[in-house]
């Protein structure tokens, strides 16, 4: 084969451009190929016959993944104007052969993490020595994969600006305020055939003659990636035509600023053995339903393709042959949007918009409005000036919420078919949009219906959920439901992402269902807790995801933490948590049992340690007082299990030791009183015992605040107590005084108005004034006198405390 | 004829279109556009006008620096004979871009209705001469016309100045003339019809007491643009110094112009004033009552000029722009003076060196 017989046709596009999706489409009709040759990872060629499926739903996108830690994502998406997918398209309806030509999935991977300045690590650059330049620098377009997990490097964005100062140079003698719209005006609006073409040729051409040797100097990564890119293809395409196919009957469909090198595959092509070099690192391909948000730039996304939405309007427009229709649709669109949101504009006003937008194109001597133009007729008709009318509207015009879809059984990682199975069973399939939805679940039997599978519905749906929260998948989100039905209803958030399908993918590692991954996350997480208070959070979190045999993992292993924990909070916090999934667990079907004996036996530690831990500092009192409550609380929801006598008789001891912090003991007593354990005269004795004259006020009036904490209601009808604070308050000095004053005031804090107007009546009664006058006293605004004495208190010193 | 001429001459402040005569009559000469009927010259060269280039040799000042993409979307409201609004804070540079437009576009900016709190329907109609009336009934002698219908029949651009000044019957006035195009005279049994090139460009005020909400079916009739504050420190500083050199010329003031650094001091207090934020956006500021826009700015400087003609050396010293500042700044109450003491002492004083003059100088001022 001579060099000169093989040139072979090529046709650059920028990757998401509607105009050029018809000039190809025009340019394969004329050529009429025996093989369209296209610009994606070769090794997802089987994955054509998927993509072109009329039940594929674009935008979708092709994801390779590495199959092994850590994990690295690339991909490829396609939007329905997408000239890649038309050609795709093309050639299954004609039977031409149809491949994708650029690296491997596996290679780009590896290079892409090369690429990244590993500093190390730079096996791909040997082959850089003898190359011929090139730039990774394709006009604003995506062909390089872009990582899905991860922003890309600063390396690219210096890439950026390098490039960008010469696009907007082009913008800027072209008379244009920016790329996009010069693009949109001389590209996707140049109606002429082969005009798209030869410039796009032209343009790529100058395009490397001008950047390539800077790059080659500043950016050897990006040009080596480029070279090598180039060269794989070469071999791609040669490869082809040594299959028989003639090389005037081939078209290849490459990024722009590819187009210019890759007419002639003999120069340059990769060998066998520079093949063979390439790193590489394993990986899988899959399909996957994308969404215009995320093609869009506002995601960060910025290949260039700012409203995929606005240039889905230009393909249907351009495809039924009235691309003029593109304006009155853009702005009635708009004008529908608004109104659906509330703010009404005229029929008359979408006209004037139009009229004003063809106005704006014609000051720049173009054919149709841009989206530039389109957008600022609607900030001047439709928002009367202002952008924030509109801007909403522009958005869903502009970028759209639409999500593809995949036909069934084409996505390919068994992760991604088992949620599909599970959504579908679960009737879930409908919220799979990108648009939020609310979704509120009552987890308790259905008894209006016959099956067992829809009576729990929802329950299984909270399974689900939980399972994907524990996975990462941002599909769901928990929305605190209100209290009074906190027990049994749960509110989520459901909104499908391109982001939920790539976590999805990446889940497989885990396992192949759902719940296998689950189960792997669980016991990962099982193993690297060292806290109670997480392996109780496990074991709730197991209990939610209606994962039982995990639920027991989870309490083995919080049994062997609690043995070695004397920490009494810790210890009555994860049994509050226990004792709640022991209440409320059969809501959720789970069977709880095993969890009791556990939940006794951290309650008679909790109760065993009770007195040490009291012995602690007044901040540390807070929590104490928290554990307390628990334990209680447990002793009460489950006396049958728990040994509720030793709880009373720990509370007496401490309600009656005097070297443990007074609050709790104060708090103990309360407690003691509440449960009905202590009685009257008990009380009055312990009272005046703690509140004698000669006992230290921060004692006293710290006992008194924890008493004060439980049972107001008992404690405000007790006169006794009152007239016995009262005398005690009166026998301090008035250095003791300031000092209980402190105390006071924080334990009457908490006390609501109503509270501290009936104290104000007891006390009223016990000082002999009218209890009217008592209560102005107590709950009147301070005098100017009271307050300047307040503000002497607020120099008291409280570094004895 | 030559009494016109120095007439002319001596007049306080030219209309655009005999201050920028020459270009005009450049662009005219240099047109290739494609000149819509009623109007004198291209879209296109009306946009150069604005926005500045080059007419054949001659250097177009630009008049309107800033978004030129408002700029476009005003003279593309023009084409489309649909009325235009400009609005904005006050000195945005409203009525200064009007004048312009209805220069470059008709030729003539002289067609205003001046909006204020007195102005009557009868100013945007019409009117009579009532000795003539009472002695001949009514005539189309008779007939006075008002601006907006003399550009109706002249084919020409009106102007309306501060149009939410008026009251809401007034401003309603506008809403027939602008859907039908036509005024009647039922008097006379006649009507007046637009020529062709017939438009209205009106202001608004979006800020100021005293103004009247427009209703909603006159905002209907209009494309409404909304004219920003100079987006960055570099276009405000390039406003300000063109500004100030054209006023200063056509006033004859003795003194030299602002150095770039006393704009540039101006300028920035200005911005942090009015954005409530210094530039570095490090600190929030307290904002006073007052607008504090790119026209006072602009002023202010022409005014520091001329007291530094009239009493100082002829050099602007920074005790005359102090009393600029303070003027601009603390406009009727205390707490403006307040907010303004708060700048000098936490922004200015800490700016080094060569801000410690004219901190001094503000200082003594604000006492």
Known sequence: MKAADVKVSVFGVRHLSPGGACHLLDYLDRIKPTAVLIEGPSDASGMIGDLVQPTTVPPVAVLA?????????????????????????????????????????????????????DSEDRGGRRETDEAEPAEEAEPAANASPNAAAEPEGAEELEAGEVSRSIYERIAELAGEHDYETYWERHYEHNANPDAYRDSILAFSAQMRELGEERERSEQPEEHAYNYVREAYMRRQILKVIEAGHDPAKIVVVCGAYHAAVLENPLEGAMTDAEFEALPSRSSKLTLMPYSYYRLSSLSGYGAGNNAPHYYQMMWEAMESGNPDELPRLYLSTAARTLRASGTHRSTAEVIEAVRLAEGLASLHGGSAPTLLELRDAAQTLLGRGELSVVAEALVRVDVGTEIGSLAEGVSQTPLQDDLNRELKRLKLTKYKTAVAADLSL???????????????????????FHRLELLEIPFVRSRQAGPERAVWAEDWIVQWTPEAEIRVVESTLLGETIEIACAHRLREKLEACTSIAEASALIDTAVRCGMTAQMEDGRRVLQSLAADSRDTAQISAAAARLSGIVAYGDIRRADTAPLVPLLEQLFFRGCLYLSDAANCSDEAAYGMIAAMSDLNKIAQEHDDAVDTALWSRELSELSERDDRNPKLSGFACALLLERGEMSAEQCAAEVSRRLSPGIPSDLGAGWFEGLSMRNRYALLSRMSLWSQLNEYINSLDDDEFKRALVFLRRAFSSFSAHEKTMIAETMGELWGVNAEQAAEILTGDLKGEEDKMLDELNDFDFGDF | MAAAKTKEQDAMRLPAELLYQQEIEALKKEDKGVVPPGWQMSPKAVLTYITGGKAGKLDITPKYIGNRRLVEMAIATLVTDRALLLIGEPGTAKSWLSENLTAAVSGNSGLVVQGTAGTSEEQVRYSWNYAMLLANGPTPEALVRSPIMRAMEGGSVARFEEISRCASEVQDALISILSEKTVSVPELGSETSARKGFSIIATANTRDRGVNEMSAALKRRFNIIVLPAPSDLETELSIVKKRVGEIAASYQLQAAPPADEALLKVVTIFRELRSGMTLDRKEKLKSPGGVISTAEAISLLTNSMALAASFGSGEMTDEDLAAGLQGAIVKDDDKDKLVWKEYLDNVMKKRGSEWRGLYQACREMNE
Request: hydrophobic share 45%.
């Open chain 1, 442 to 464: 009552d987890l308790r039997e259905n008894r209006r219906v016959s099956s067992q599978e829809a009576a729990y519905l929802d329950l299984n749906r909270s399974f689900l």
């Open chain 1, 65 to 117: 993944f590495t199959d092994e830690m850590p994990v690295r994502t690339a991909l490829w998406p396609f939007a329905v104007y997408s000239p890649e997918l038309q050609a795709m398209r093309w050639a299954s309806k004609r039977g031409a052969l149809c491949q994708l030509i650029d690296l491997p999935s596996g290679a780009a991977l590896a290079l892409q993490h090369l690429r990244r300045g």
